[in-house]
């Protein structure tokens, strides 16, 4: 009897053994690939963007995974390469069959893994602002196009600031594209452009452009430099002591990272004043924010600072999760399918991804820096804008047509891999 016992309990035992290891076999991670810069000039933006969706996925586990299965992250560097951001992406996909893409920055390195996504039926959830004229079936935008950042700050700045603008940009498609439309507005609204500049990605000569900022003396410096370059503009101004109270910043690509560097190496003396246009400042006050800022420095400790692309690039996930759970699976093109009934609250406030052009209905702020080193909000746009890709007032085949002579400027490249800046 007692023998009988004794088998009883070890069939038992062993059992239950196997059908917990047939539940972990049947139900393997789910595996994603986190595509961004961890090396060029790129890397000072794009860094705390990893962390932030590494973040989110950490409290996806927490909260059982996706579809009962535990979420893995696949971290692969563009090296601030356009080519490396398209070889990264077709490996990602071919060889470690991760299901969705979450990465990028520039746009230009955005447009050559749109190659490789829309070929292979893929998924992209690309978290940074950028120039729009561009919607793709395997692209999900959770960050702001030009009619939500660039056209408040601009009608914020003639308002408040002046009409007189200079432009100043990184070579690539972005800025040109983005400048266009301040160019466009200023002769809506009777405003003039004095100046427009573009360096090559990573320069850190500024003093000739400096010297013709001060010939021109603009109302406002509308920037649109990425990376560390905006670290060598800002010294020059200071060098040629050139203040906020001077002639202000008005920074496209600049939030709380890169902010808390200048800081560091400036002094926020200098920094004081400038502006900054997005949809997320750390200061934004809520619950939700509050949570997630202490979520990020419990995890990467207390001196980091939380920005707009990390928010994004969070809300991104957190997104694709909830699609992923409503259409029962994890295929990208299922997936993709269901991004467009999502939304959320999330630190940066309600987030909706437009079921008709994949981009996201977000709040816009303006920032401006105080002594603290953070970002004073003072405007918001108190609602939810919808994106506008394509701006209304030239048809969609004029604005692809001036991105594509850009493209074969370059010698068909998204940015100016090696000419002269001008």
């Not at 705390?48 to 059982?64: E, F, Y």
């Not at 999502?342 to 816009?364: C, L």
């Amino acid at each position: 009897m007692k023998r009988a016992i004794i088998i009883t309990w070890v069939v038992f035992f062993l059992a239950i053994m196997l059908l917990s290891f047939k539940k972990e076999v049947a139900l393997p991670p789910v595996q994603i690939g986190v595509l961004h810069s961890q090396t060029g000039t790129m890397a000072v933006s794009e860094q705390s963007v990893i962390d932030a969706t590494l973040l989110a996925i950490d409290q996806l586990n927490l909260q059982g995974g996706v579809l009962g299965r535990k979420v893995e992250a696949i971290v692969a560097d563009g090296g601030s390469d356009p080519a490396e951001f398209s070889r990264q992406a077709q490996r990602l996909i071919d060889r470690e069959r991760v299901v969705a893409l979450f990465g990028c920055w520039t746009s230009a390195s955005r447009k050559e893994v749109k190659k490789v996504v829309e070929e292979a039926n893929h998924l992209l959830i690309y978290p940074v602002q950028y120039e729009g004229v561009e919607s793709s079936p395997s692209i999900i935008y959770t960050g702001l196009v030009p009619n939500q950042q660039i056209k408040p700050a601009v009608k914020w700045a003639m308002d408040n600031i002046g009409n007189r603008f200079f432009l100043l940009g990184s070579d690539y498609i972005f800025p040109h594209m983005a400048n266009t439309l301040i160019r466009d507005m200023a002769d809506f609204v009777d405003g003039s452009v004095v100046g427009e500049r573009y360096v090559l990605l990573g320069s850190s000569e500024f003093d000739y452009i400096i010297e013709e900022i001060e010939t021109t003396r603009p109302a406002v410096i509308f920037n649109t430099l990425n990376g560390d370059s905006n670290f060598a503009f800002f010294a020059a101004l200071k060098k040629h002591g050139i203040s906020a109270a001077d002639i202000p910043v008005f920074s496209f690509s600049i939030a709380e990272t890169e902010l808390q560097v200048l800081s560091d190496r400036l002094g926020i003396e200098f920094l004081v004043g400038h502006y900054v246009a997005g949809s997320y400042f750390q200061t934004l006050p809520g619950i939700e924010n509050n949570d997630f800022i202490n979520l990020f420095t419990d995890r990467f400790g207390n001196e980091r600072r939380v920005t707009d692309a990390m928010v994004s690039a969070y809300d991104g996930v957190m997104l694709w999760a909830q699609a992923a759970q409503e259409s029962g699976s994890v295929d990208p093109t299922v997936v993709c399918n269901a991004f467009g009934r999502q939304g959320r609250n999330g630190p940066g406030g309600i987030i909706y991804i437009d079921d008709h052009n994949h981009h996201a209905w977000k709040s816009v702020r303006i920032g401006r820096i105080n002594y603290q080193g953070l970002f004073d909000i003072i405007w918001d746009s108190q609602k939810l804008i919808k994106p506008e890709p394509y701006p209304f007032y030239r048809n969609v085949n004029i604005w692809q047509d001036m991105e594509n002579q850009l493209y074969k400027q370059w010698g068909n490249n998204w940015q100016n891999p090696q000419g002269v800046e001008h």
